[in-house]
């Protein structure tokens, strides 16, 4: 109730009274949606459905199915008309309060009512037989906050307490902090360090540090389940009132989605986890539940957490329409300015590849911008029209416009100029000037990528190779790295390069290397079988890699064509090169390096079989069930 009067109502009935109808629609949805990201997960659900503005009357209904109730007024409010409406009994109470004390000073403050509204609700709610003893209501930032005393306060504190000691009999690491008269805290942390180095940088997470989980449980109802957030520190006292130095992570909003599924019985989950069962170590659950979904992540969608149909190392969202948009216009769990300051070059080639794949006829286009759009309004013949701007044929919905992806990369500015930016937010509106599409379509392009490249240190090149573009490149998951591994040590592997025309890349990085063999993706023909096709010399692959100079702005632009082949471990299960490896089973395929040529670093006639590679660029990750055993080093230390 009061997230509700605080954050939605009130600003709301602000943006009604003070601005232009048809600017305060727009600035109303911009609000919301802004509160919607920032505000827990379940409040989403549980407090906002719709928002209509029709004709002279803007309506939004707050709750679930029967438990709601709409709020309606008209463009002159407040000296017009504003109607609650509810069909439930329990929230009638509210509704009638509410409309009374409007007809009675329709022109006193809305805080001023809410507040008073508020406090009558709860009043008459104890006379419903509920036991409020113990909760007072105090004015403050124009609604009013809850603060719970007395003999509830302690109880609830009580059972609060009591998680907390379960849980460290159970060797959790957990810490209780008494916060204030509304509220307390129970942190506890996972371990991420079985994660090999690559997987870990790939989810944007540092194995090194712990991830956090910061519960918070409200003292006036034990019944309301506690709210929660994540994050990475280096802070090691976990016990603090406030901790410093924390961070956010790149599986956290990924990670805060299941766990709230898990919390109310979301989505895929059979039944609601809250409240505790008596003396059950609920912490401990809530903090397994993580890590399984940590192992898990690339399993399921970001959005929605049904099955992928397939895993590449990085997680990625299903083929249904509302995750696609969700997750390209939002782009959660990517920062764009940190992307940019972090890998510069990879940046740079994504957008090369892009770039690359628009010149062609679209077929091999994979995945396309479908859903990424960009909403604004323009002057038509006088008047302001909403107008959506996106990259598919304005006449076929289904065609792709891939005139209009390419127009939108020439207008970027350089990498080099991008990472100059201190955030993204200050880089999208640098580059809403520029393009409103050139924003979402580069956050698209990071997010969109589903591979891992990270550019070899001089330590760790391949001194043969003979080029300063060098980069690790993994795209399967720990678990499929983890069988392969387990096939390597039965069978042994090998090495060998694999070629694909610069533009192919930009599928490659995000379906994988696929057996394309006798279908309308393939490029190059099945002379010699259906399969994966690698070679043992370097100069047959970049025989079957056509060049191209990409993306005029790209470091990489200006020596001549771009020539890529990759470096794959390939378990050795009988295959031949005559002359080329064919091999059909995909599994027995690990991309392990990247290799960039051209008029400079000219591709030079390598036998793969005499690479002085220093081992695989990723190990075989333990299993969870194996880190779950034992607290880890970092948990270590936080106990002690």
């Known amino acids: 109730l009061r997230v509700f009067i605080i954050d939605v109502v009130h600003p709301f009935f602000d943006f009604c009274a003070n601005e232009d109808f048809t600017e305060m629609a727009k600035k109303v949805e911009a609000e919301i949606e802004e ?14 459905e719709m928002i209509e503005v029709e004709g002279n009357s803007v309506s939004m209904t707050i709750g679930e199915e029967e438990h709601a109730f709409s709020i309606e007024f008209t463009k002159d409010y407040p000296n017009g008309k504003l109607s609650v409406t ?38 008459g709610s104890r006379e419903d037989g509920d036991d409020m003893e113990g909760i007072d209501l105090r004015q403050s930032h124009g609604g009013f ?8 306060a302690k109880e ?24 204030d008269e509304s509220y307390s805290i129970i942190r506890s942390a996972v371990s991420v360090e079985h994660l090999d180095e690559a997987t870990a940088t790939a989810w944007g997470v540092n194995r090194n540090l712990p991830i956090i989980v910061e519960f918070k449980f409200f003292l006036e109802d034990e019944r309301k389940a506690p709210h929660f957030s ?49 003396n059950e170590d609920w912490i401990g659950r809530a903090l397994d539940h993580i890590l399984e979904r940590v192992d898990t992540c690339t399993k399921t969608c970001i959005i929605c957490d049904g099955p992928l ?36 070059d990879v940046v740079d080639l994504l957008i090369s590849f892009c770039y ?9 286009f994979n995945p396309y911008p479908v859903g990424v759009e960009a909403k604004l309004v323009e002057d038509q013949d006088g008047k302001r029209v909403d107008v959506t701007k996106h990259f598919m044929d ?19 500015p350089s990498v080099t100029e991008l990472a100059k930016f201190k955030d993204s937010k200050s880089l999208q509106n640098t580059l809403d000037l520029v393009n409103p599409l050139a924003f979402p379509l580069l956050r698209w392009i990071i997010t969109s990528n589903r591979a891992h490249l990270a550019k070899l240190s001089k330590d760790e090149m391949i001194k043969e190779a003979v080029t300063e573009h060098q980069y690790m490149f993994l795209s399967s998951p720990p678990e499929k790295e983890g069988k392969f591994q387990e096939l390597k040590a039965k069978k042994g592997s090998f090495w060998a390069f694999h070629g694909s025309s610069f533009a192919n890349w930009h599928s490659i990085l995000r379906i994988g290397l696929k057996n394309y063999s006798n279908t309308e993706f393939m490029s190059t023909g099945a002379a010699y079988g259906a399969g994966i096709y690698l070679s043992p010399q370097s100069a047959t692959s970049a025989g079957y890699s056509p060049g191209q100079e990409g993306w005029k702005q790209s470091k990489f632009h200006g020596n001549g064509a771009l020539v890529c082949l990759s470096i794959c471990e390939v378990i050795d299960d009988g295959y031949v090169a005559k002359p080329h490896y064919v091999i059909p089973n995909e599994d027995h395929v690990m991309t392990r390096y990247f290799l960039i040529y051209n008029n400079q670093y000219r591709c030079p006639s390598l036998d793969a079989k005499s690479l002085h590679l220093k081992g695989t660029p990723i190990s075989a990750r333990p299993a969870a069930a194996d880190q779950k055993k034992s607290s880890g080093g970092i948990l270590k230390k936080l106990l002690q």
């Open 35 to 48: 509160w919607m990201e920032n505000i827990d997960d379940e409040y989403t659900e549980a407090f906002l």
């Open 230 to 278: 994540m994050f990475q520190t280096e802070d090691p006292d976990i016990g603090a009132p406030k901790m410093k130095n924390v961070h956010s992570f790149g599986l956290e909003w990924q990670l805060r989605a299941r766990l709230s599924d898990w919390l109310n019985g979301l989505k895929h989950e059979s039944k609601p986890n809250w409240p505790p069962k008596e």
């Open 145 to 152: 906050d809850v603060v719970v005393s007395g003999a509830l």
């Open 86 to 123: 509810t069909e439930d009994d329990e929230l009638f109470q509210w509704q009638q309060t509410l409309t009374e004390y409007l007809e009675r000073a329709p022109k006193v403050t809305i805080s001023k009512l809410l507040s008073e509204a508020a406090e009558s609700y709860l009043k």
């Open 156 to 179: 609830t504190k009580k059972k609060i307490t009591k998680l907390a000691d379960v849980a460290k009999q159970n060797k959790r690491v957990v810490a209780f902090v008494e916060y």
């Open 309 to 344: 149909p397939f895993q590449m190392i990085k997680p990625a969202v299903c083929d249904n329409m509302l995750c696609v948009h969700s997750h390209e216009q939002y782009g959660l769990g990517a920062d764009v300015a940190s992307e940019l300051r972090d890998s510069p």
């Open 356 to 364: 690359a794949i628009a010149q062609g006829d679209g077929k091999r």
């Open 394 to 412: 304005v006449k076929n919905e289904k065609a792709k416009n891939l005139s209009s992806v390419k127009q939108v990369l020439e207008q970027l």
